[in-house]
């Protein structure tokens, strides 16, 4: 572990630090949390990453014994999952997560909102309910996200989800439309869909028995549920 940090102490908070506490990390361990074992699967829950630090800092993970690499078959992709010490993080992790939802202040974190993560997320965090058509498509536009990247499409089939780049051909049954900003605020918990369907910032067409049941089926971050702290409490800002 080239660039791991040594603080020369006994302490096991030192200890656990040596091992966390090096760039992207937290956020590779977030994705094996999550249940992503493919390197690209990983990579797609840290599309800023770069490809070669992911390998590096899988490869930490495998030598500090949170993380096992296995093949798992000619032609197929090698496998990277939790060992039991690397499972016990889970509680640690969530708990990171949900203090930066209740404490850090939401508006300079939304300079930092991109369409790869976000649907990223929405998708491993939607509700495939049983009634639902088959396939059930719902179409993203982002009119302000990147070029090529303003559009995403969501297919739910076969008690899966498909996050899709291009267009996959089927008949749309769900179309939303928001800024990249307002649809990471609504993703989030911080703005109430409601309100920002009805101040205009938040668009949804489809047939009413189904989007009438948005909140059942698109969900909310797995963070959604933590309240923001008031403003004047929120002191902490993400570092330049």
């Known amino acids: 572990m080239e660039d791991r940090p040594r603080y020369g102490q006994y302490c096991p908070l030192s200890m656990a630090s040596e091992i966390l506490c090096t760039r992207w990390t937290t956020l590779v361990m977030r994705e094996l949390l999550e249940g992503s074992q493919a390197f690209n699967e990983i990579h797609r829950g840290v599309p800023l990453m770069s490809r070669g630090l992911l390998a590096r800092r899988l490869r930490d993970l495998v030598a500090a014994g949170l993380a096992t690499r296995s093949e798992t078959g000619p032609g197929r992709p090698v496998a990277y999952r ?91 049954d769900v179309y939303i439309e928001a800024g990249l ?32 049941r ?12 933590v309240a923001k702290r008031p403003r004047e409490e929120r002191v902490l800002r993400p570092m330049e």
């Open 82 to 172: 939790l060992t039991a010490a690397g499972r016990a993080l889970g509680p640690v992790v969530k708990g990171l997560a949900e203090w930066g939802q209740e404490w850090i202040d939401t508006e300079p974190s939304l300079a930092d909102a991109d369409t790869d993560f976000l649907m990223w997320d929405i998708r491993r965090n939607v509700n495939v309910l049983p009634d639902l058509p088959e396939p059930f498509v719902v179409q993203f536009h982002f009119p302000d996200g990147p070029v090529n990247k303003t559009l995403h499409w969501l297919v739910f089939s076969r008690g899966d989800v498909d996050l899709c780049y291009v267009d996959p051909g089927h008949e749309i």
């Open 214 to 225: 948005i909140r059942d089926w698109l969900g909310l971050s797995s963070v959604s549920h």
């Open 181 to 212: 900003r307002d649809m990471v605020r609504v993703w989030m918990g911080w703005t109430p869909l409601e309100r920002a369907v009805g101040e205009g910032r938040f668009h949804v067409d489809g047939a009413p028995t189904l989007t009438s």
